[in-house]
């Protein structure tokens, strides 16, 4: 069954140092997706991706963070500077076109120290 | 404000019990769609179930039903004969075409199933 993956499992990195998180999407998915989960609390929305450009961000979304889709089968989310506050749990998903279900990747836990 | 409220913030049941899970949603779109998603401890979302707000119809699937309300803005869970490895946090989302159909996750309802 196709699925979304997600690179590395658990990463550790040390404040201000730069992170790229990467993604796989489910091969024909059209729009993309990064989550972030806080520890012990709700998903929310970073950024969304479709037709190679950000169609939607939230206010987490500022100016440290970057989605990229290099070569077409990956979808990376860049943070520049890394904060301790960005200790979290990231989701990739992905969807088809029309409105259906996102398909989560299993996260990427990010640890900044 | 919340666009969804889990309101149960941890809940405990005996293995055999039945259990719902609340969920509120709160929208001005005519088309919009919901979801539950599971989170075991492993930490992955895993995707349970999507309803249109076209689509009042109930639904079962298996141990598993859903019971959607546009008139009180619900759409609850309800696990029937819980078992041990029901434990997990169980998110409710809301996604609304008009914002780009983005998820809006509720803050999740921790169940744990005593055996």
């Known amino acids: 069954e196709p699925e979304v993956t997600q690179t590395p499992s658990h990463q550790v990195t040390q404040m201000g140092q730069e992170v790229i998180l990467r993604c796989v999407p489910i091969s024909n998915h059209l729009y993309f997706y990064w989550y972030r989960q806080i520890l012990g609390q709700k998903v929310e929305f970073l950024v969304s991706f479709y037709n190679n450009e950000i169609s939607e961000k939230s206010e987490i979304f500022d100016d440290q963070f ?23 749990m990231y989701f ?20 900044v120290v | 404000a919340q666009k969804v409220t ?3 913030t941890e809940i405990s049941v005996v293995e055999k019990e039945d259990v719902t899970l609340d969920c509120v949603y709160e929208t001005r779109d005519t088309t919009y769609y919901l979801f539950w998603y599971k989170q075991p401890p492993s930490g992955e979302l895993v995707f349970l179930i999507r309803r249109n707000s076209f689509d009042e119809q109930n639904e079962i699937s298996g141990r598993y039903s859903w019971n959607f309300q546009k008139s009180t803005s619900s759409f609850n869970f309800t696990i029937t004969a819980s078992q041990v490895v029901d434990s997990a946090v169980y998110f409710c989302a809301l996604s609304e075409p008009n914002t780009g159909n983005q998820f809006y996750f509720g803050t999740g309802t921790s169940l744990t199933v005593i055996p």
């Open chain 1, 66 to 88: 970057s989605v990229e889709r290099p070569d077409g089968s990956n979808f990376t989310l860049k943070i520049r500077s890394t904060k301790l506050e960005d200790s979290a």
């Open chain 1, 92 to 111: 990739c998903a992905s969807r088809v076109e029309g409105y259906t279900e996102a398909f989560f990747g299993q996260g990427t836990r990010l640890t």
């Open chain 2, 6 to 8: 889990q309101a149960q």
